[in-house]
């Protein structure tokens, strides 16, 4: 049973460390437009978040 445990847990860490669609896409604004807009994106996802 703690096998099973540690094994999920283990899968569960691996998960959240990965990026997600919103690092792509304020790396993506950040390198195409500028920090201005990457900033206003992190703005808008920390709101949605929030929400």
Do not use: N, W, Y
């Amino acid at each position: 049973m703690m096998m099973l445990f540690f094994t999920v847990a283990m899968v569960h860490i691996v998960a959240l460390m990965s990026p997600g669609p919103d690092f792509f896409f304020v790396s993506q604004t950040a390198v195409s437009r500028s920090r201005k807009e990457a900033m206003m994106g992190v703005l808008g996802i920390t709101c949605g978040v929030m929400v």
